[in-house]
DNA sequence: TAATTCGCTAGACCGA
DNA sequence: TCGGTCTAGCGAA
């Protein structure tokens, strides 16, 4: 002690883990500050992996934590530490290995002791253990004390500044006879990098220009890729799908070169979960921004159609073309000519994975800082793992204990046992006038918020909690005087948002940093829609069915007293989804009228809950279904300046053939917006012509499905399926979850039998009574109805009158 | 090993 | 050949 000791600080990017002479070690990767000098590796020797157990009442914990100091457990393992620790007013026991393999070993051991009763987070990843008891945000300062042996001694957060990272993006061509690829056999054609440094095309083939530079053969190729990724020294390498496709082949290629395949640092880690594979280099942050825009979706930040990186391009910039098919490359690497060809699009795909990585890098960061996790575990975490995080910081902050995993049989039963979920009121048919629509805000977190929602405050043993506000109508009630841990995180969450939205108010719009607090709102939005889901997972560690069920049980109780004061002040209800209330105005009623009410509501609600006013519509349609019932779930609504909302119906399908989609638009618009049912139906008269005569282009009439299993796995064969099979006896590919885009031809006898992927089916070959029966026609006919108009003579052709209706 | 339930519709399948 | 039932996929919230 005393003797001066080196401080370092820089960005914290990284924390890794290995093993050295039977001991694990945990490394930390900083960039050093501002000078932007070179990433280094610290590391820490002094941070034994742990558990906790717990003893039987009749065992005392003194005398257990002296005689398992100094025990050999099973397997000879001996812990480097036992320790009493008190959580929660109970005594627990800390035993510390010196490695995880010894930790691993030492969990089934320890249950043998007849003392034993329990244990506790066996399972925690060890770098996540260390950003956890640490405290660490990643991406912002840290400083670090090392000892004279270079060693950490104390590592922690600093406030400065973070300088920016350096981020580039990289793509790979490869060559494959057959559409089934192995990097066992197959070479790398060419690999593009877009970066700072520059943007680089290494081909290994004769042809040469100012940014695509020949090589003699793919070692060499390989070999200057990734010298130049290097010298580039990158903080973040962008891939489109490179977990799965251009890591794995990378580490395959140069394994059989002999080539080390680095980075910068040491190498490329491809870690197996079931099918799915991740690459994780060591110390710099491999983002797969396909695994992102996957994330994205399941989150409704964009809507494509496809993932495949062209398409995604579409979607979120409106521009990106696929200019090079696989049989393309193919052909110009046996032909070799148009290398020219291949080398752009190369780089097209490096700068499109690079565009679209600096386009989420921002959200993405700002996730990793508020669940503290590196960007690699964000981007390939799921809802449930970002919010398990979360509240294990803050169980670490408060000194709980995080609940175990559930058992197997413990998740059969749950799974057994689902709750009840929002409520949803029949909407009345018709064509309606003057259509109010309010909604809860983030209901059922504000819910959560609002009445302490959280399993450690379920049921509490305060009797006057029990019929207090927090009461629910499941009959289970939550503790109205100490917060509970959802809770807690949860308002932090929506306190945050209010915060980040006042700053945003402040800034000028141009502002830069207006695009990092975007991306923290939404960020925390995320965060706050996830926690009701996980909540009621049946393979959450904080899964409580009660709390679940009361915040389901108090949301429909909200909406239906919504609804029910509504109607007695005078509007009619028309429609009711969860959280939202579809209003009718009568006569007198204007809009002020509808604000008070929303004002009235908010009066009575307790704590964070708020009744909001969406908008009032000119016009809304609700459809019948075919058993004669009105259809919940689908509606248009029309606003006063002419903007067309469709929920539900065909037309936002992707399984719905765009003819069939644009056609319902259409009609949608003539009769919502422009009030010319007429025109709507000669609308539809002209596709099922246009139709008939063979005019509408294939990509009009491509179905996309996802094949969400393995062909063989389906009880029924499908359309999809079979164009499936049929398309595998060609020799395509095709892989589980893939979205499948098939048309239904003219041959065959089921539809099944007709269907086959676009793009076997020549231009023109399509069955079009199929497309007029079972696409065009019943995505306008609920519509045609609720106006009294029949659509049967549209079937043919129009030849039927059926327009007396118009007249 | 990774968020929920509610609801609609198409198409295959099966028995009368 | 029909009508009911079941499987599957996707969207709303």
């Not at 979960?273 to 930040?301: M, P």
């Amino acid at each position: 002690m005393g003797h001066p000791l080196n401080v370092d600080k820089g960005v914290l990017l990284d924390v890794q883990t290995h093993e050295e002479h039977g001991k694990s070690i945990v490394d930390v990767f900083i960039r050093g500050p501002m000078d932007g000098s070179l990433i280094q590796r610290v590391s820490d020797f002094n941070f034994p992996p742990y558990f906790y157990i717990s003893i039987i009442p009749s065992a005392k914990p003194a005398k257990v934590e002296k005689e398992l100091s100094e025990e050999t457990l099973p397997g000879g393992i001996k812990p480097v530490f036992v320790r009493k620790v008190e959580k929660e007013k109970v005594v627990y026991l800390q035993m510390g290995f010196a490695s995880i393999a010894e930790l691993v070993r030492a969990r089934d051991g320890i249950l043998t002791y007849p003392f034993v009763q329990s244990l506790h987070e066996s399972n925690i990843p060890y770098t996540k253990r260390y950003f956890l008891d640490k405290r660490l945000r990643p991406y912002s300062m840290v400083e670090i004390e090392r000892d004279k042996n270079g060693n950490i001694q104390k590592i922690k957060n600093s406030d400065e500044p973070a300088p920016p990272l350096r981020t580039g993006a990289f793509d790979i061509e490869t060559y494959g006879k057959f559409s089934r690829i192995s990097p066992e056999k197959d070479p790398i054609i060419s690999i593009a990098i877009s970066c700072g440094a520059g943007k680089k095309v290494f081909l290994h083939a004769p042809y040469a220009d100012a940014i695509t530079i020949s090589q003699p053969d793919e070692k060499t190729m390989l070999e200057s890729f990734l010298t130049f990724t290097r010298l580039a020294d990158l903080d973040i390498l962008y891939t489109y799908n490179g977990d799965h496709f251009d890591m794995p082949f990378l580490v395959e290629r140069t394994k059989k070169y002999h080539i080390p395949i680095d980075f910068g640092h040491s190498g490329i880690q491809l870690i197996g979960k079931g099918t799915e594979t991740s690459a994780r280099i060591h110390g710099l942050q491999h983002v797969d921004v396909y695994q992102l825009v996957r994330l994205l979706v399941r989150f409704q930040f964009f809507k494509s159609p496809r993932l495949d990186l062209e398409s995604v391009m579409r979607a979120v910039f409106g521009e990106g073309e696929k200019t090079l098919t696989h049989k393309g490359i193919t052909e110009i690497w046996e032909n070799q000519k148009g290398f020219d060809v291949l080398a752009k699009y190369n780089l097209t795909d490096a700068e499109y994975t690079q565009r679209l990585g600096t386009e989420f890098l921002p959200l993405l960061m700002e996730l990793a800082r508020l669940v503290r996790q590196p960007l690699f575990e964000v981007n390939r975490a799921t809802a449930s793992q970002l919010v398990e995080i979360l509240l294990m910081h803050e169980s670490v902050e408060l000194n709980q204990l995080f609940p175990n995993p559930p058992t197997h049989d413990q998740v059969e039963g749950r799974l057994q046992n689902p709750i009840e979920g929002g409520y949803v009121k029949e909407p009345v048919a018709g064509l309606h006038t003057n259509l109010a629509v309010l909604d809860y805000r983030s209901m059922y977190p504000s819910i959560m918020i609002s009445h302490n929602i959280s399993p450690d405050t379920l049921d509490c043993v305060h009797s006057e909690c029990k019929k207090g506000a927090n009461l629910s109508p499941t009959g289970h009630w939550f503790c109205t005087q100490r917060k509970g841990l959802l809770s807690v995180v949860l308002e932090r969450i929506l306190d945050q948002r209010i915060e980040v939205q006042k700053q945003m108010d402040v800034l000028p719009k141009k502002d830069t940093q207006q695009i990092v607090l975007k991306a923290r709102k939404q960020a925390l939005k995320i965060l706050l829609n996830s926690f009701f889901g996980t909540l009621a997972y049946p393979r959450f560690r904080w899964y409580s069915r009660e709390s679940a069920s009361a915040i389901t049980a108090w949301a429909r109780h909200y909406i239906h007293q919504t609804l029910d004061w509504a109607e007695k002040d005078g509007f009619t209800p028309t429609y009711a989804d969860s959280d939202s209330a579809f209003l009718l105005l009568p006569k007198p009623k204007t809009e002020e009228d509808v604000k008070k009410f929303v004002e009235k509501v908010n009066k009575k609600l307790p704590g964070r809950m708020e009744l909001e006013f969406e908008g009032l519509y000119e016009r809304g349609l609700f459809v019948t279904k075919k058993e004669g019932k009105a259809a919940k779930k689908r509606y248009a609504l029309a606003s006063y300046d002419h903007e067309l909302t469709i929920v539900g119906f065909e037309y936002v399908r992707r399984d719905v053939s765009i003819i069939a989609r644009e056609t319902q638009k259409k009609v949608l618009e003539e009769i919502l917006i422009n009030g010319n049912p007429k025109k709507a139906h000669d609308i539809v008269l002209g596709v099922v012509k246009r139709l008939r005569e063979g005019k509408v282009p294939n990509k009009e009439l491509v179905v996309l499905t996802q094949l969400q299993r393995r062909p063989e796995n389906y009880a029924a064969t499908a359309p999809h399926v079979s164009a499936a099979i049929k398309a595998q006896k060609r020799g395509k590919e095709i892989v589980v979850g893939q979205m499948l885009g098939f048309i239904i031809t003219k041959t065959g006898k089921s539809i099944s039998d007709k269907a086959e992927l676009e793009e076997f089916v020549k231009e023109g070959d399509y069955d079009a009574e199929y497309y007029i029966q079972n696409q065009v026609i019943p995505a306008v006919e609920k519509i045609f109805a609720e106006l009294g108009i029949d659509s049967t003579d549209l079937e043919r052709g129009g030849k039927q009158t059926g327009l007396g209706a118009f007249v």
